[in-house]
DNA sequence: GTCTTATAATTGTATATACAATGCTAGACA
DNA sequence: TGTCTAGCATTGTATATACAATTATAAGAC
């Protein structure tokens, strides 16, 4: 990357763009100066302007009609299916006891998998945690995550044994954006040994990112025991 | 005209890349043509192959890296957890080949199980569909539905090799609410001959129940083959 | 007044070119 | 042998330019 201080100029147009849109000073529905226009406010090529406001509206932010001009689209409906639930809570609402087992927290490099799942340059330090979520003392929810270390530099002096990380990220950060993705696998023998799973038990994998402002904060491979463990959510439209 | 007959030279490259990607031609992780060999192979400037590549970077099928190359990251089907989406055009906005084998479609008498899902007397009479979706000829989708004969007289006389049933309702019922159980279950042999799946593979099963207004209408079991599927949901506060 | 047509504005795509940044590798060197 | 360095391949960004496609608008024809 360019380090910390500079930045590719396209990015600069996209994020004035972007923070004119937050703030309302382009609201929903309005149109948005021209290529040609933001071509001379930002002395860049309009090829420059172009890409930016291409990848706006692959973000969903922009909408663009050739030969009329480039709007402010509206707001994407958005339903919480996967709301982020403190599992400890979720637990404790069942009127079950939670507990925890802390496996592992440590200051890792990043492969190439955390990586790309958490926007690092391969090799950057991360926090690291694994973490085995117990309901009645039977493992429920095995946590393997990743944390932005430039972002929160005091993950790993955390006790987790008073408060999850789920929670204690939540305090320190306002969540702006969630990401989940939901697959059924076969867990491998450690996962499977730390989750107390037999031979050929069905796994359930939540993996979750979040964002805070721009910032993705966090990565977590949530590990659930197929037999124990279920997904469920209720979307009203209120209709 | 451009119009339905010709489409962007960047857009060839993509089908071009995402094409050989699900063949396996380029397996995962595998290494992909340089810029420079596509410029050629195409016989497109190098701007085109770039815009190409990063749009698919974007979607999630490649990753780069600088001073190294272009390669395949792991690829698989995906679907947004939250809307209810129909899965033809998901995949054919995937660009695949969208298909479907009619299993079943029958009336049958609700069991314990349905009566209690769905809402009816025990022994009431209840569609019964069958399906299979499937994704360039692989299955990706086994759709066992039961739909109230009460409210949907007409179910069993639909051809839903024109229209998926998830179609056919949702343009005969304005859809107010849903549910979704998502598990990892280890399928039993008839579900795994139907989805071509082996022995050990694990399977997302998400249960599915619709409601309009205050009546619920019906309710699908969705079995997904892991290996092949995952849900993916997105939530941004844009704030 | 209404329809048609030309024109201008704006976005969409494509190219050739240039230089910067990154990471790998082979060879120089101690 | 081990380490450093220079060079090369590859991707990342930026520009000027060109023409195509789409839409709105204004001018003109009737």
Same mark, same amino acid.
């Given at each position: ?13 996209k994020e004035f763009i972007s923070d004119k849109i937050r703030s309302r000073d382009y609201p929903e529905?309005a149109?948005i100066?021209?290529?040609?226009? =933001?071509?001379?406010?930002? &002395? !860049? ?11 706006l509206?692959?973000e969903g932010l922009l909408?663009?009609?050739?030969? !009329?001009?480039?709007?402010v689209s509206?707001v ?15 637990? $404790? ?8 087992? =802390? ?6 490099? &990043? ?65 702006s954006e ?14 499977? $040994? ?14 979750? $990112?979040?964002?805070?402002g721009q ?6 491979? =949530?590990?659930?025991?197929?037999? $124990?463990?279920? =997904? ?8």
């Amino acid at each position: 990357m360019k380090g910390s201080g500079v930045q590719p100029r396209y990015r600069a147009v996209k994020e004035f763009i972007s923070d004119k849109i937050r703030s309302r000073d382009y609201p929903e529905g309005a149109r948005i100066p021209t290529e040609q226009q =933001l071509t001379e406010m930002f &002395a !860049v090529s309009r090829m420059t302007v172009n890409r930016a406001l291409r990848e706006l509206v692959a973000e969903g932010l922009l909408l663009r009609r050739q030969g !009329v001009g480039t709007f402010v689209s509206s707001v994407r409906a958005e339903s919480p299916l996967l709301e982020i639930r403190n599992i400890a809570d979720e637990i $404790r609402d069942r009127h079950h006891v939670y507990s925890n087992r =802390l496996e592992c927290l440590e200051s890792a490099r &990043a492969d190439e998998r955390i990586a790309a799942r958490l926007g690092v340059a391969i090799g950057a330090e991360v926090w690291h945690s694994l973490l085995v979520h117990l309901e009645n003392g039977i493992p429920v929810q095995l946590e393997d995550r990743y944390v932005r270390r430039d972002i929160v530099a005091d993950y790993g002096a955390q006790d987790f044994s008073r408060q999850t990380p789920n929670q204690y990220l939540s305090t320190l950060f306002p969540l702006s954006e969630l990401e989940h993705i939901v697959e059924a696998i076969l867990p491998e023998e450690r996962i499977r $040994r730390l989750l107390d799973m037999d031979r050929h038990d069905p796994c359930l994998l939540v993996t979750r $990112r979040t964002w805070s402002g721009q910032q993705l904060v966090s990565c977590a491979y =949530l590990y659930h025991p197929g037999s $124990r463990y279920r =997904l469920c959510s209720r979307i009203g439209t209120t209709d």
